[in-house]
């Protein structure tokens, strides 16, 4: 019995000593790399284990069991980076390698859903849209299915639209919702949060969402509140008003009791650049009130919107296409433009851009304008018709789908806005590839890298680690992605390896189509989505929901 007794005890020892080597070996060790881990501290040399799909561990690990070793000698080892708005995610599941623009700029998460989301989808918000005929869902619990099943490269996290609701219960004209349509709208926007949408988003200056009120906006955020949600707005005006609509923002994030976000801050045209400070002070102001304030930037002096927008919001009361049918009257033309060309109470982009048409660059137009025009400016392209610049416009705005690039921003503001505690970054476009699109904001393949190359490594506008902490752990705490933005065990292995000195953005506006360089490895749950400067076109995204918590190793 004792010799029974003791060989059961070896027995045990040996599997217990077996279980402590199998739990210290790793499928990946990044060895060597200078570790910015996301928190804003300076970088340090360290290993970093991987297993099952999370950092294991982080230290001297030059000891232990694993199948594969990442030597980062000289370069950055960093948290994935987080787009806080990637535009929307379909490019992902339609042409998969659109997914490259954004991983060639180590974004490993990105959040999609301005004004408009991909769902709710009924009858309504698909009538006479591009592309609805081959949209099969209604809810987001059914579009998630579709993405599952397909497969994506980086993980997404998505808002309900505010005006997709409104498209899905209103349609596009411009009225005040009835108790009972509210009630509706409420309802959508609560089925979303129950799917999986982290917050309410809006986007203030487009219509239809231009016609929602404040007070609507309110009672669509309560209801993201009671799930614990965020709202996030594009605001109803980014120039002369721009302080006036932080406050609505403000009051809306008092009102429902909920945190929020401001899409792509700016302070646009250039009698406003001086409001960039107050903004910021603003915003800081009410933090120091207990708001849960933040905001982003893109690093460009150029915003991206479409040619309509030039057009006070109110001619598109009755729906876009009944409005561009108009457009085919030369009085209708004359009287839009005497409104453009002197009124100031709205945002207007024209005189944003010094009342030149030569600070309008475009960005893209529909199949059934010349592709030629893009690049251009509006003034250009009225010489390559031998037309006026304002019959240029119009032209350009009822053919549809024309977007341009207008130069309203400068660099002080975007000094300003990224030395700020509280801003993070975004690309503000969606996935795009450049086999299959006629043109694009640069911002689509640069935005990450230009911050790396220009605002920290040339004009040292902010540190590596706040650069690298803005794009990581403070955007997943916005996102409230406890697990994710930072290099820690129980953290999943979103990753990124690169060599400061040489990440660099290629995308001009001239040249818009080109990858961004120097993202050698980028880890999607522990999987290299990019391997040694390679697109191994694996599929590890995941459609991510607020609230997911730190596990251990």
């Not at 020892?13 to 060597?32: H, K, P, T, W, Y």
């Not at 955020?221 to 403000?250: C, Q, T």
Request: charged share 25%; with cysteine.
């Amino acid at each position: 019995m004792l010799r029974l007794c003791s060989s059961l005890l070896a027995l045990a020892v040996l599997f217990s000593l077996e279980g402590i080597a199998f739990a210290q070996s790793f499928d990946l060790i990044i060895r060597n790399g200078r570790v910015v881990d996301g928190s804003g501290n300076p970088w340090y040399i360290a290993d970093v284990g991987i297993r099952n799909g999370r950092i294991a561990a982080v230290g001297d690990l030059a000891d232990k069991g694993v199948q594969r070793v990442i030597d980062a000698q000289g370069r950055v080892v960093a948290p994935g980076f987080i787009d806080l708005m990637g535009g929307g995610d379909l490019p992902l599941i339609l042409d998969p390698p659109s997914a490259e623009s954004k991983l060639r700029q180590g974004i490993t998460t990105m959040m999609v859903g301005e004004g408009g989301s991909v769902a709710p989808q009924n009858e309504r918000t698909m009538r006479g849209r591009e592309g609805g005929a081959g949209i099969t869902w209604r809810t987001f619990a059914e579009y998630f299915q579709v993405v599952k099943e397909k497969g994506i490269a980086l993980n997404v996290v998505h808002n309900v639209g505010a005006a997709q609701v409104r498209r899905a219960v209103l349609g596009d004209e411009d009225v005040t919702p009835t108790a009972e349509q509210l009630a509706e709208m409420r309802e959508l926007v609560a089925q979303a949060m129950r799917d999986g949408a982290i917050g309410l988003s809006s986007a203030l200056i487009y219509p239809p969402g231009s016609y929602a009120k404040t007070e609507e906006l309110i009672e669509l955020a309560k209801v993201v509140a009671r799930f614990g949600g965020i709202y996030f707005s594009h605001l109803r005006n980014e120039s002369n008003g721009l302080l006036e609509a932080i406050d609505e923002i403000i009051r809306a994030g008092k009102e429902a009791g909920l945190p929020v976000h401001i899409y792509h801050l700016k302070a646009a045209g250039q009698t406003n650049w001086p409001l960039m400070p107050k903004a910021l002070q603003k915003i800081q102001a009410a933090r120091d009130a207990g708001l849960d304030i933040t905001a982003d930037v893109y690093p460009y002096i150029r915003n991206g919107i479409g040619l309509g927008s030039f057009i006070h919001p109110r001619h598109y009361a009755r729906g876009a296409q009944a409005f561009l049918l108009t457009l085919s009257d030369p009085k209708v033309r004359n009287e839009i433009r005497r409104e453009i060309e002197k009124t100031a109470d709205w945002e207007n982009w024209y005189l944003h851009v010094g009342k030149n048409w030569d600070n309008v660059l475009i960005t893209s137009v529909g199949e059934n304008t010349d592709p030629e025009f893009v690049g251009k400016s509006i003034k250009e392209v009225a010489g390559m018709r031998k037309v006026d610049a304002w019959q240029a416009f119009f032209d350009l705005v009822q053919a549809g789908r024309t977007s341009v690039a207008p130069k309203s921003m400068n660099e002080e503001q975007k000094h300003q806005a990224m030395r700020a505690p509280f801003v993070m970054f975004d690309c503000d476009a969606g996935p795009t590839n450049p086999a299959t699109a006629l043109s694009a904001h640069p911002r689509a393949f640069g935005t990450f890298p230009r911050i790396l190359a220009k605002y920290v490594r040339e004009d040292k506008v902010v540190l590596l680690e706040d650069a690298i902490r803005k794009m990581t752990s403070l955007a997943a705490n916005r996102l409230q992605l406890w697990d994710r933005g930072r290099i820690s065990p129980g953290m999943v292995a979103d990753l990124v390896i690169f060599d400061p000195a040489k990440v660099q953005d290629t995308a001009t506006f001239e040249k818009p189509l080109r990858q961004s360089l120097g993202m050698d490895y980028v880890l999607v749950s522990g999987q290299p989505v990019i391997d040694d400067g390679r697109m191994t076109g694996l599929r590890p995204g995941e459609i991510l929901k607020a609230g997911a918590s730190v596990s251990q190793p």
